[in-house]
């Protein structure tokens, strides 16, 4: 472990970048988003939730993967490769740094999705403990410790005060330790200490949290006992407007498009993230099988706290980073969702 | 599962060529399709799927209709019903596609060997089916009694008319039961629903049943072999949902935690009353 004085924030961030893009927590226009650091950006290290979450970085909102030539049905296809330099990106909350084992689950099992391993390839992660966690943060929900070094991250970072204590977990990491040396200092008993301590204040500071009693144990019953709650599913439902806010800010979320962009005789197929929110998610020739916003509402939700537990070994794909809480329109949350299926008659 | 396109990403389709077009019905055409050096464009088991693109029109996903034991070339029968299949129909020899694939589990035919088979289909949901019932004929000695009860709306509507009047029964042990949903000046045949249909001809529940067909047909069949007591694990039918990437990944096409084009098309039946009712 070493430290750095914040002091040398700006000469690390000038060190880092002549060799890698770095994306940080950067505010812009009032929202705070992993963007790509350039000398004179605003980074806010303090605000614990950016508004959309770094799944970016390693699943682009859009990707073009192949480009095409049609003229009088003679084609000519071109792979195109996933593009983007090594990069580093620093400031990922430990709930965050979760969600990528939990797309790694869908995009690396065979057959290898090979856009999105490149992406993920090519980046060094650099987890930070939440020093200030949200009111809607329920990460320890789903084992997650943010007050740890989470595993994933190839540099687990902690704000002590004046300084932040870096802990190499990577070969990666620790390359891009040995990169940087020159700004870090050794650790003496002191900083130990106030590791410790943050620690110790950040468990405090989780334990008195709103939500950190939400108990997912108690969902019980089967899988189509659960499906056929339509009384919860339905007064959820009948006030979601379908906007999808909530599949786009989500971490976990990987659903996706592929979709055909036209020019003269040539083009680009291209995928985007879509969202099981949406009525023509599985629109077909010949109908929809999911019908109402019920449904629809019933699959994501099945989808993050039951189908995909089933196939991963029991991992839920929610990390509890609170975004679907704090933004949408009409507050339809994952946590009522949850209490309500474990039986508890809360408000909606 | 596999892509036969080994370094390039699951999603990159490679360039197949029409070979030849057969109009089988009004709305239905099926395609012969070679890889852009003439040959087969990748092997499959009975029952796996192809994915065909036709940039910048889109893609969508068909059930191979040629047995595996044919090496030239694979064949999709396509039904004109959509943005992607309204453009396929007016392809001819030597255009140009993409394809990718295969796609999909197949149907069981090692544990189906040594058995009696009982076939039935509706409408284009003979495709899949014929794909298998070639390979059982191509391998003959392998399997016991071959039935295939085969429905469409009229008699203008049966796909593959070469094989089921002048192929399929004159195989050994091989019987060919037509019906039609509606009554036609030259038809001699039966006139009915295929469930009622497979009631009438009392076969031996003994045997393992491969359906494929619409939704609705597909759901009335089993609860008439259901009837006939035949139990869930002796029959085999397929499920049907959008299907963009093919691979598990996009999301579209789950039926609570399965994915039809992973886990599926086949499902067993017993499989299927483990679902949520969503397809």
Known sequence: ?348 | MSCSCHDQDPLIPQIAVIKEVRVDTHDVTTFKIVDSFGKKPFEFLPGQCAMISIPPIGEAIFSITSSPTQEEYIECSIKKCGTVTDYLHELEPGSEVGVRGPYGNNFPVEDLKNKDLLFIGGGIGLAPLRSVINYVMDNREDFGVVDIVYGARTPGDLVHSNDIFDVWPKEKETAVHLTVDNVSKNWNGHVGFVPNFVKTLNFDNNKIALVCGPPIMIKYTLQALEEMGFKKEQVYTTLELKMKCGIGKCGRCNIGDKYVCKDGPVFRCDEITELPNEY
């Open chain 1, 1 to 348: 472990m070493k430290k750095i004085l914040k002091t040398k924030l700006p000469e690390l961030w000038q060190k880092i970048s002549t060799d890698f893009d770095l994306f940080l927590p950067i505010e812009k226009n009032k929202t705070l988003n992993f963007s790509l650091w350039k000398d004179g950006e605003k980074v806010n290290l303090d605000k614990v939730r950016t508004t959309t979450s770094s799944k970016h970085l390693v699943f682009p909102q859009t990707e073009t993967y192949l480009k095409f030539k049609n003229q009088n049905n003679k084609l000519s296809l071109k792979a195109v490769k996933a593009i983007g330099d090594e990069y580093v990106i620093f400031g990922v909350r430990p709930c965050d740094v979760k969600s990528f084992k939990l797309l790694d689950n869908i995009f690396l099992r065979e057959p290898v999705d090979t856009y999105y391993r490149e992406h993920r390839d090519r980046g060094t992660i650099i987890s930070l403990a939440c020093t200030n966690p949200e009111d809607t943060c329920f990460c320890s929900s789903f084992g997650i410790d943010a007050s740890s070094a989470p595993l994933g991250a190839d540099v687990a970072a902690w704000d002590v005060g004046d300084s932040y204590i870096w802990k190499p977990q990577s070969e990666k990491g620790q390359k891009l330790m040995d990169s940087t040396k020159e700004l870090f200092t050794d650790i003496d008993e002191k900083d130990i200490q106030n590791l410790e301590k943050e620690k110790s204040n950040i468990q405090e500071k989780l334990e008195d949290l709103p939500f950190n009693n939400i108990d997912l144990s108690k969902i019980k019953g089967t899988q189509q006992e659960i499906f056929d709650k339509e009384e919860i599913w339905n007064e959820f439902s009948e006030r979601c407007l379908a906007c999808g806010t909530c599949s786009y800010l989500c971490p976990t979320c990987h659903c996706y498009d592929l979709q055909d962009y036209k020019g003269n005789n040539h083009g680009e197929k291209f995928r985007c993230w879509d969202s099981c929110m949406s009525s023509d998610f599985t629109l077909m020739a010949h109908g929809n099988p999911r019908t109402t916003q019920m449904q629809r509402l019933r699959q994501r939700f099945m989808h993050k706290l039951v189908y995909y537990p089933k196939n991963h070994k029991g991992d839920y794909s929610c990390v509890g980073c609170g975004r679907c809480v704090d933004r949408c329109p009409v507050h339809i949350d994952i946590v009522k969702i949850i209490k309500k299926l474990g039986g508890e008659n809360n408000e909606l």
